[in-house]
């Protein structure tokens, strides 16, 4: 065990600098934390929140952009659904490239792939024709939308490869949760830029100079550190059709992916008709981005405090199967609290959502690692993300048919809040069956446990 983790440390990165060292002199596995590691990470997830940003710059103000492109309310709802229908099919493609050349060259990709297409959408104010002005923003959201796969399956990968084993939850946080954070902020930014259809304009341009402004940065990362930060960066880990294939079955790999994925999908849902949703109870739409924001903040507290608890005393088992059921049986009360003049108590209901959900995305992806180990890490992101993006879908168009069956277009949305409840309350439940061991974990402490019984001390 230790002859093998040092071979495999010497052929990490740089073979030139190992072979400096005679091989009876290097005796001990050289793990070390860059101060790098911090740079990519804000890259991941700086570029997270832009490609979000081009998702959701419509939803919020989602009756003025309808006004502005003169279409109908469906077609601005339909806007972020292309996010989640790119998951259905990009995440293998993603995988690939990210396994083959690297997580440098998979972010570079989507930061290029995010600025032209929120430069696309931009020209379409050049553009008089109705078509052709919606056409180029339905252009430019695809291809910012194929960015996204990159970005969204690599924090665990980079986490990995960068981070030591009592910070990965957190790192993995900071970088996830980037997503669910710009989304929440667009709810409380775009309407105060976007408030009337002479403004939206102004939109357009301001998420097309986040996205240029981004590809520079993206460039200077580097690859990988120059030595390991653990034993489980440098085990060899299986590809992706291998890998899938193993974890067939793998029950408890699936319950986390049924519970990941409906409840961060009906939670993309859920912001992508925010607005369309509680201006139809007499709402507003700055309101309706008042609770996107609150939503955001609380988010922001638990999972920046949930993280640390769970880096700190490994408790991710524990955490989820408390968070998740509260999670389902808080969106399933959203039925009965949804109402006119009851904006404090869905602010209060919202807050703690936030609060519970964000702060399981890292736990699901660290998660979802151990119970697969030593399947690629960006194997089970993909796989985690895909089935979101197929839930997110499913979801936000049954939720705007059910709006839609009604006569009146601006109809209450009750129907869509029974449908989104009962579903999440399931799937929030799930959880109680996973009962997996870590198995990343085990394997980091037998190869640490070997390494120092058989190894002579300096």
């Not at 930014?189 to 403004?199: E, N, S, V, Y």
Request: net charge positive; aromatic share 12%.
């Amino acid at each position: 065990m230790a002859s093998e983790t040092t071979q495999l440390i010497r052929n990490y990165e740089q073979p030139k600098i190992y072979d400096s060292f005679p091989s009876s002199t290097f005796t001990k596995p050289i793990y070390r934390l860059y101060p790098e590691r911090w740079y990519g990470l804000a890259m991941i997830a700086l570029l997270n929140m832009s490609i979000i940003f081009c998702c959701f710059s419509f939803a919020p103000i989602a009756n003025t952009s309808a006004s502005y492109f003169d279409v109908s309310l469906t077609a601005i709802n339909m806007l972020p659904m292309e996010y989640m229908l790119v998951y259905l099919v990009m995440p293998p493609f993603s995988n690939a490239i990210l396994d083959k050349y690297g997580v440098k060259f998979g972010l570079l990709i989507a930061a290029t792939l995010n600025a032209f297409g929120a430069i696309i959408r931009y020209f379409s104010i050049c553009q008089t024709a109705r078509q052709t002005k919606f056409l180029l923003v339905l252009i430019g959201q695809s291809i910012s939308a194929i960015a996204n796969p990159f970005v969204q399956i690599t924090p665990t990968k980079y986490v990995m490869m960068w981070f030591g084993e009592k910070e990965r939850t957190t790192a993995t946080m900071i970088a996830s949760i980037a997503n669910p954070v710009a989304g929440a902020l667009s709810y409380f930014i775009i309407p105060q830029i976007g408030d009337d259809t002479t403004r939206v304009p102004y939109v357009l341009l301001a998420t097309a100079v986040f996205a240029s402004i981004l590809v520079l940065p993206t460039l200077l990362m580097k690859e990988r550190p120059r030595t390991p930060p653990t034993y489980s960066a440098v085990t060899p880990s299986e590809k992706m059709l291998p890998g899938i294939k193993k974890l067939v079955n793998n029950k408890n790999f699936w319950i986390l992916l049924g519970s990941f994925a409906t409840i961060n999908g009906f939670r993309s849902a859920l912001l992508g008709l925010l607005s369309v949703i509680f201006v139809s109870y007499g709402y507003s739409e700055i309101e309706a981005g008042k609770i996107g924001t609150i939503m955001i903040i609380s988010g922001i507290a638990g999972a920046i405090s949930l993280s640390l608890l769970v880096d700190k005393y490994h408790v991710h088992r524990f955490v989820l199967k408390i968070c998740a059921p509260i999670i389902g049986l808080l969106f399933f009360s959203l039925v009965f609290i949804v109402r006119e003049d009851n904006l404090y108590f869905i602010e209060s209901v919202c807050a703690i959502i936030g609060f519970l959900q964000l702060s399981l995305i890292p736990i699901f992806l660290e998660l979802a690692v151990e119970c697969s180990y030593p399947i690629s890490a960006n194997t089970s992101a993909a796989l985690l993300y895909t089935g979101s993006g197929f839930m997110g879908v499913i979801a936000t168009i049954v939720m705007d048919y059910l709006r839609a069956s009604n006569e009146n277009e601006n109809a209450k949305m009750t129907k869509s809040l029974w449908f989104e409840g009962i579903i999440v309350l399931i799937a929030g439940f799930s959880v109680l069956f996973y009962n997996s061991r870590d198995l990343r974990w085990d394997a980091e402490q037998r190869g640490n446990s070997h390494i120092r019984n058989s190894l002579p001390n300096d």
